[in-house]
C-alpha cells in the first residue's frame, strides 16, 4: 500500500537516461524536508507517460536524452498542465538555455548546482516561482532584453506599455493596471515574495495575479512572461 504524502509535500519526478544520476537525485531529494520522489523516467516519453500518471508538482529534466529530448517532453507536460518542468542538465549552450525556456520550463540549472541549491529550486519552483542557473541568468536577461545589459526596473512614472515605435502593445490590453506592475515585476525576475514586498501585497495575492496575468498572456510560464515584459518596455 503505498503511503499518502504529507501535506505540503512536493512530489517530485526524475527524468534523466542515467540510472546513477537519478539514484543520487532519489537520495537528495528524499532526504529533504518536505520532498519526495514518487518516480522516474530514462527518456522523454516515459517521462510524460509518468507525468500524466503521478501527477507529480515537479518534473526534474535532463535535455539531452534518447528517442523523445527533454525540450520535446518539456513543451508536452507543460502544454497538459501536468506539472511544472526544472531542467536540470550539463549543458548550459544557448540554444538548450533558449529552447527549454520557450518550451515553458519553468527553471534551469545545471548539474554543478549544489545540493541545497537544487533542493530550494524544486521548492521554489513548485511554490509558482522561476529559477535560473546563476552562470546563465545574466546571458538569458541580455537576451530578452535586445542584447543590452540587464537593466533595473523603471520607476512608475516611466513605465510604459508601446512598443519601441510607440504604439500601445496589444498584448497588454487585457490587463489591469495592477497586472502590468506584476509583468514588468516577472520582467526583472522577481520571485512572488519579491512581487509582493515590491507592490506592498501577500505572497499568496502575488501568486494570484502572477497565474492570472500568464493566463491573459496565453504564456505556460514566468520567463515567457518576462519575454513580454521586455519587449512591452516594462523591464
Known sequence: MTATPAPG????????DHAAI????????????????????????????NARALRPDVVLMDLRMPGTDGITA????????????????????????DGALRAGAAGFLLKTAEPTALVDAVRRVAAGDGVLAPEVTRRVLAQLSGGRAPARGPSPATTTTTDPAGRPDPRLAGLTPREVDVLGA????????????????????????????????????????????????LA
Open 9 to 16: 509535500t512536493v512530489r517530485v519526478l526524475l527524468a534523466d
Open 186 to 233: 516577472l520582467g526583472r525576475g522577481l520571485s512572488n515574495q519579491g512581487i509582493a514586498d515590491e507592490l506592498v501585497i501577500t505572497e499568496a495575492t502575488a501568486k494570484t495575479h502572477v497565474s492570472r496575468v500568464l493566463a491573459k498572456l496565453g504564456v505556460v510560464s514566468r520567463m515567457q512572461a518576462a519575454i513580454v515584459a521586455r519587449d512591452a518596455g
Open 74 to 97: 518539456t513543451r508536452a507536460i507543460v502544454a497538459e498542465g501536468l506539472a511544472d518542468v526544472l531542467v536540470l542538465t550539463t549543458f548550459d549552450l544557448d540554444e538548450y538555455v
Open 22 to 49: 537519478r539514484a543520487g537525485l532519489r537520495l537528495l531529494l528524499d532526504a529533504a524536508d518536505g520532498v519526495e520522489v514518487v518516480g522516474e523516467a530514462a527518456d522523454g516519453t516515459a517521462a510524460v507517460t
